[in-house]
């Protein structure tokens, strides 16, 4: 709770700067987009090329919005730059929990703490300096997973050409493991000559069991720290926006220039922002699976049935004029039905999909709630570590191991802070289709029990504790943006051409 306290901070208002802002949203509506007008500003364009296209003209108010814009810019520099020292000696001696010795329990002593980054083996470093982030100019994919996702991550690498923190976790716990994980970690090693701009770091796991081991009566070691793994990445990463991802997903190639080159400044004046990045799934059909690189190519694979939202048929969340097939392509019959749209429904595919079609840029508010509310939503969102107002992105939570609601819980807790979310256009992730353990094994279904467990007494405690008006850990009013309804604009294909040059 003091960690959590220390969040909200509030760094003293330059220059009456939120009464500015809120000044302007009530003249203009707070509304900063521009699809109702026949030419959409270029996503390129600073602050005054935008708000020049959307006001009827380059007015005092539009100078105003941009002036306050270019502030909070800078408000968020210092931020970064003061916290910048901070969290480059955290990694050295922050503790984090490799086993759970209950539901909600670490195992006490080294047996199931590790301190700073002596425990992991680091394969190669070749990140920018901390110095080189200026707060809202770049972003750092993190990941983590085992060595068998080698090569989805090797795919990431060739799509995402900014910088990336990948943990890979090596099991070792018993004797005969020994030489396989020898071979596996000279496999990363190996694979890791041809990634650039990556740091690559591998926890040997050599605890032979832990609590739910024990409950289950499995033989296959400790449950994967997934969330302890989640946090060891963002605290290795040298920027302050980060985008958490499974590493069993690929990014469309013009993710990450988009972001940099267009979005992310614009972002930066949103208090508490998380930028969702729509998640698909490419089908194995037959011997051949392609994972898109655009839009056009995700659109096409779409609607012959061969792309689909995150284990959902398209045709449950995108209505507005296509005709998707209500059965995947006969070739990836085998991939059946899915279902699960309650986990990705809020991003509005259906939204997303027409905009995109329709070339518009930028991204759109969408509509959240409480933790007690659309408790299956789990997108990929980009983030800050130190936001506008020195307030400092929450931490996974590490008693979540293996699979089951480990991400969904942190997307529950950005939305108890009030964190805004949006949904950026056009982009997007695909997953790589791989064998993973049957959900219908009995141990499994334990664990999802137990993890559901977990996540209906969290939610709770965090509605009571953070979420509800009066709570102990409410945190302070979201700071107004002229851009907090979205921010719609468009990239010309010369423009497209120019954000994918180094």
């Known amino acids: 709770q003091q960690q959590q306290q220390q969040h909200q901070a509030v760094l003293p208002a330059k220059s009456g700067r939120a009464a500015v802002a809120r000044a302007i949203i009530a003249a203009d509506g707070g509304v900063v987009q521009g699809s109702q007008r026949q030419k959409l500003p270029s996503c390129l364009g600073d602050v005054d090329d935008i708000l020049a296209a959307v006001h009827e003209q380059h007015d005092r108010n539009a100078a105003r ?24 000696g955290k990694v050295s001696h922050t503790e984090y929990c490799v086993a759970q010795c209950g539901l909600n329990r670490c195992c006490d002593g080294d047996f199931g703490v590790r301190r700073g980054s002596d425990w992991l083996i680091e394969v190669k470093d070749d990140l920018p300096s901390w110095e080189d982030d200026d707060g809202f100019q770049d972003v750092t994919a993190v990941t983590q997973g085992t060595a ?32 396989n994980a020898a071979r596996e970690l000279a496999s990363i090693r190996q694979a890791a000559q041809r990634w650039s701009n990556v740091k690559v770091l591998v926890y040997m796991v050599v605890i032979a069991q832990d609590f739910y081991g024990f409950k289950y009566g499995t033989s296959n070691g400790p449950q994967h720290p997934i969330n302890t793994m989640r946090n060891v990445a963002i605290d290795h990463a040298r920027t302050n926006y980060i985008f958490p991802v499974d590493i069993d997903f690929v990014p469309s190639v013009q993710l990450y220039n988009k972001l940099v080159r267009a979005l992310l400044p614009h ?6 922002a998380a930028l969702v990045v729509p998640h698909w799934e490419a089908l194995e059909c037959g011997n051949e699976t392609r994972i898109p690189n655009t839009f056009d190519e995700l659109e096409e694979d779409a609607l012959l049935g061969k792309s689909r939202p995150f284990h959902v048929e398209a045709e449950r969340l995108i209505t507005s004029g296509w005709t998707f097939p209500n059965e995947t392509h006969p070739a990836c019959a085998g991939e059946g039905k899915a279902y699960w749209h309650p986990g990705v429904k809020t991003t509005n595919y259906d ?29 990929f969102v980009v983030v800050r570590r130190i936001d506008v107002a020195n307030f400092s992105l929450p931490r996974y939570k590490e008693e979540y191991v293996g699979r089951y609601k480990n991400k969904i819980s942190f997307v529950a807790t950005l939305r108890a802070y009030r964190y805004r979310f949006f949904t950026m256009r056009s982009e997007f ?25 977990l996540h209906q007494t969290d939610r709770e405690t965090l509605h009571t504790s953070v979420y509800v008006d009066g709570a102990p850990l409410h945190p302070r009013p979201l700071l107004p943006s002229i851009f907090d309804q979205g921010l719609d604009c468009a990239l010309s294909d010369h423009e497209l051409k120019a954000i994918s040059m180094p």
């Open 65 to 88: 919005s941009a002036e306050w814009a270019r502030g909070a810019q800078a408000d968020l520099s210092d931020a970064w730059m003061h916290a910048r020292p901070v969290l480059a």
């Open 148 to 179: 068998n996702r080698i090569h989805s991550f090797h795919l990431f690498t060739t799509r995402w050409r900014g910088p990336k923190v990948v943990v890979f976790t090596v099991a070792n716990h018993t004797a005969h493991m020994a030489a």
């Open 267 to 272: 972002l930066a004046t949103v208090d508490r």
């Open 351 to 379: 939204r997303w999909f027409r905009e995109s079609k329709d070339r518009i840029d930028g991204f759109f508010h969408v509509a959240t709630t409480g933790p007690l509310l659309d408790k299956y939503y789990e997108p």
């Open 429 to 453: 992730l695909v997953h790589v289709p791989h064998t993973a353990i049957k959900a219908s094994e009995p141990h499994m279904q334990t664990h999802l029990e137990m993890m559901r467990s």
